[in-house]
């Protein structure tokens, strides 16, 4: 599990957390809600129909976006690189339930869904969408502090729970220290063999955590027959701890905080429950498939 900077610099995240992450966050909303956002490519697509309010073939857009240095292009075909961003982007809005953005007109021209609502229509599902997110970012912070105030034995179960959640096999606990810490062990798959895994979950999260605990940690993981380590801290965490997690020559020490935390919890639908409100918009294809039809 390689170390890798999460989101903010500063939480560093392993393979099996990082992965989880993405999974749902933050290329764009996922079921709680806001639209995926646009990875460059398909905002620049999006920038060039939108300002010339009519469908392009693909060549001509891809040279129209080239022209205005939206984007740099590291390809030998631009034209499929913008259709590549395309057809993803609406494959993911696809999957969360949203309406999708782009939209091929026939014989390699594309255009944009926009263009078959009105404009009142357009506005009042970005406020929606807005509005989701607002919510969900409230409901992440509500979730964070209520953590805060959870017993610790109660806290042990949610973690298990995550740990479970996330993929990681035979979890167990190995181990209660006498300040509410928790030491599970558990199988990680990479590849085609097991990695063993201790994971710590700090009791007290009122102490800032520092590099001797990643160092503790670190001198410890035999007792445990595991070849990394994880520290979940719900506290802050010191600047030199990050550094000492970071040491490329010793044992991988992943520090997890309470925003990644919770972050994790959320994807794995822990301590959240999701509502699905109905909202109906204009089927633009079937719209152009009947006019087509004349």
Same mark, same amino acid.
């Given at each position: ?21 993405? =999974? *749902?966050? *933050? ?24 300002? @010339? ?21 590291? %390809? +030998? &075909?631009? =034209?499929?690189?913008? /259709? ?11 999957? #969360?339930?949203? #309406? ?18 009105? =404009? ?5 599902? #970005? ?25 610790? &034995?109660?806290?042990? +179960?949610?973690?298990? %729970? ?7 096999? &035979? ?24 990695? #063993?895994?201790?994971? /710590? ?13 990643? %160092? ?5 993981? *035999? *007792?445990?027959?595991?070849?990394? @380590?994880?520290?979940?801290?719900? @506290?802050?965490? =010191? ?36 509502? +699905? ?6 089927? %633009? ?10």
């Amino acid at each position: 599990m390689p170390k890798t900077t999460f989101v903010d610099g500063v939480t560093v995240v392993a393979a099996a957390f990082l992965n989880a992450l993405q =999974a *749902h966050t *933050h290329d764009g909303a996922d079921a709680d809600g806001s639209a995926p956002k646009l990875d460059v490519f398909a905002q620049a697509a999006y920038t060039v129909l939108s300002d @010339g309010g009519a469908a392009m073939d693909i060549k001509d857009l891809a040279d129209a976006i080239f022209e205005r240095k939206l984007v740099r292009f590291h %390809t +030998h &075909d631009p =034209a499929m690189t913008i /259709q590549a961003a395309m057809v993803n982007d609406n494959q993911r809005r696809k999957q #969360r339930g949203h #309406r999708k953005l782009f939209v091929n007109m026939s014989r390699g021209r594309w255009g944009l869904s926009d263009w078959g609502m009105s =404009a009142d229509m357009v506005r009042l599902e #970005r406020d929606i969408l807005s509005a989701s997110e607002e919510m969900r970012q409230a409901a992440i912070a509500q979730l964070g502090k209520a953590m805060l105030d959870v017993n610790p &034995d109660a806290l042990e +179960h949610v973690a298990l %729970t995550l740990l479970e959640g996330l993929g990681y096999r &035979d979890v167990k606990v190995s181990k209660r220290g006498s300040d509410n810490d928790v030491f599970f062990s558990a199988d990680w798959r990479q590849g085609l063999a097991d990695v #063993r895994v201790c994971i /710590q979950l700090v009791g007290d999260s009122s102490v800032e955590l520092d590099a001797g605990a990643v %160092t503790d940690l670190r001198g410890t993981l *035999h *007792h445990y027959s595991a070849a990394e @380590g994880v520290i979940i801290h719900l @506290g802050d965490i =010191a600047k030199d701890a990050i550094t000492e997690s970071r040491e490329e020559k010793l044992a991988s020490v992943t520090l997890i905080d309470r925003s990644s935390f919770v972050e994790l919890l959320v994807d794995q639908g822990i301590g959240v429950r999701r509502f +699905h409100t109905p909202v109906l918009l204009i089927d %633009t294809e079937y719209l152009d498939q009947l006019k087509g039809a004349k």
